[in-house]
C-alpha cells in the first residue's frame, strides 16, 4: 500500500520529542543554523549556508514577505479582572478579531481598558455568532497601537518573555506586510549573505504573502484526520510571482518553497485559481502538488497538520525517517530551531 492510497489517522503523525530538543532562543547567526539535507534516501548533516550550494542556475527560491505584528496586547475588564489579546487580523474602522484569554467573558459592548491607555470594545463573535474569535473596536489605529504597546506573540512552547533578541529575531531579512501572529520559521535562517549568494549563482527569488495566524498552533483533536477543520489564512500571490514561476517553468527550473506557509499559498493558487484571499487548504498524504518542486522546512509539533503537509510532499516513511535521524542527532526544534530541505516525491513512479 501506497502513501496515496493508505488512509491515514492522527496517531500516524506522533514522535516522541526530547523536551531539551525545543529551541527556546535563535542560532547566534541566522545561516549558522543546521540544515538536513533530506533529499535523498540518506540524509545529510549540513550547514544552512550551504543551502545555495545545493540549487541550480534557474531554480526559483519563492518567500513568504509577511510581517509579525506584536499583537499579544494586556488590559483589564472595567471589573478588574485580567484579559489577554491576541489579536489576528487588523479589519476596517479600528476593528481587530481577536482570541481573548479571560476568566470570565465580557458581554457585547464591554469595554476593555488595555495597557497603554487605550480601550477595546468588544462587538462581538467571528466570523459568526458561533465563532471561536472574538472582535472588538479600539479606540485607536490598531497598528499603531499594537507596534506602541504589543508583544511579540512567540509560540506557546517558547517559555521566556519576549524581549529585544525576540523583536528582531522572531522576523524575516525582508518582512514586508504587517499581519502575521507567527513567523514563517523557515526563513528566518536567511540573511543578507545567503541571499546575495543566491542572486551571485543566478538563483531567482519571488516573494508571496500569507499572514500566518494563530491557528497554525491549533491541535488537531480528531483521530479521523479528515474531520479536521483547519483555520483560515489570508493570502496573495501578486502577478510578478505569478510571472516568475511561468518563467521558471519555461527554463527547466525548480520551484523551492521556503516554508509551509509558502506552498499552502502557491498550492492554494493553482488548485482554486485565486491569487488573494482566505485559505483553509488542508494538505495530507495522496495530495497532488502542482507548483512546489522542493522544500525548505523547520521540524514540527508531533500531530500538527504540518507533520502532515511535509509527509504528503516528500513520503511519510521518509518524513518519519529524517525526524529519527534528527532527534537522534540533536537537531534543534519549531520555530527557532533548524531546517530541513526536502524533495517532492512523485507518487505516481510507486
Same mark, same amino acid.
Given at each position: ?64 514577505? @509577511?510581517?509579525? %505584528?506584536? $499583537?499579544?496586547? *494586556?488590559?483589564?475588564?472595567? !471589573?478588574?479582572?485580567?484579559? /489577554? ?123 508571496? @504573502?500569507?499572514? %500566518?495566524? $494563530?491557528?497554525? *498552533?491549533?491541535?488537531?483533536? !480528531?483521530?479521523?484526520?479528515? /474531520? ?123
Amino acid at each position: 500500500m501506497t502513501a496515496a492510497t493508505r488512509t491515514f489517522s492522527l496517531s500516524d503523525f506522533d514522535f516522541a520529542l526530547p523536551p531539551e530538543l525545543i529551541a527556546q532562543h535563535p542560532a547566534p547567526e541566522r545561516s549558522a543554523s543546521r540544515l538536513l539535507d533530506g533529499r535523498a534516501a540518506t540524509p545529510v548533516d549540513r550547514v544552512f549556508r550551504e543551502l545555495p550550494g545545493l540549487l541550480r542556475e534557474g531554480d526559483l527560491v519563492v518567500f513568504n514577505n @509577511t510581517q509579525v %505584528v506584536k $499583537a499579544r496586547l *494586556f488590559g483589564e475588564k472595567s !471589573t478588574g479582572g485580567k484579559v /489577554e489579546l491576541l489579536v489576528e487580523r487588523v479589519l476596517q474602522n479600528h476593528e481587530v478579531v481577536a482570541h481573548m484569554k479571560v476568566s470570565k467573558k465580557p458581554l457585547a459592548g464591554g469595554v476593555l481598558h488595555m495597557v497603554g491607555d487605550f480601550t477595546a470594545t468588544l462587538v462581538g463573535r467571528w466570523p459568526n455568532e458561533d465563532g471561536q474569535l472574538f472582535r472588538f473596536q479600539f479606540s485607536g489605529e490598531p497598528h499603531a497601537l499594537m507596534a506602541a504597546h504589543g508583544h511579540v506573540p512567540l509560540p506557546p512552547y517558547i517559555t521566556h518573555c519576549d524581549d529585544a533578541e525576540d523583536e528582531r529575531r522572531y522576523q524575516t531579512v525582508f518582512a514586508k506586510h504587517p499581519g502575521a501572529v507567527a513567523a514563517p520559521t523557515a526563513a528566518l535562517h536567511f540573511d543578507e549573505s545567503v541571499l546575495a549568494e543566491l542572486k551571485a549563482r543566478g538563483i531567482h527569488t519571488a516573494e508571496v @504573502t500569507l499572514h %500566518v495566524g $494563530a491557528g497554525t *498552533f491549533q491541535p488537531v483533536k !480528531t483521530e479521523n484526520i479528515a /474531520e479536521h477543520t483547519m483555520h483560515a489564512e489570508w493570502y496573495r500571490v501578486p502577478p510578478e510571482t505569478q510571472q516568475a514561476i511561468a518563467d521558471c517553468r519555461a527554463r527547466g527550473g525548480r520551484v523551492l518553497g521556503v516554508g509551509t506557509t509558502t506552498v499552502r499559498t502557491l498550492e492554494s493558487w493553482a488548485a482554486f485559481g485565486q491569487a488573494d484571499g482566505d485559505t483553509q487548504i488542508f494538505i495530507t498524504p495522496g495530495f497532488r502538488f502542482q507548483v512546489i518542486d522542493l522544500l525548505l522546512t523547520n521540524f514540527h509539533l508531533p500531530k500538527s497538520t504540518l507533520m502532515m503537509l511535509v509527509s504528503a510532499f516528500a513520503g511519510y516513511e521518509h518524513i518519519m525517517a529524517l525526524y529519527r535521524h534528527a532527534i537522534a542527532q540533536g537537531y534543534r526544534f519549531f520555530s527557532y530551531g533548524d531546517a530541513m530541505l526536502l524533495e517532492r516525491q512523485d507518487f505516481a513512479k510507486h
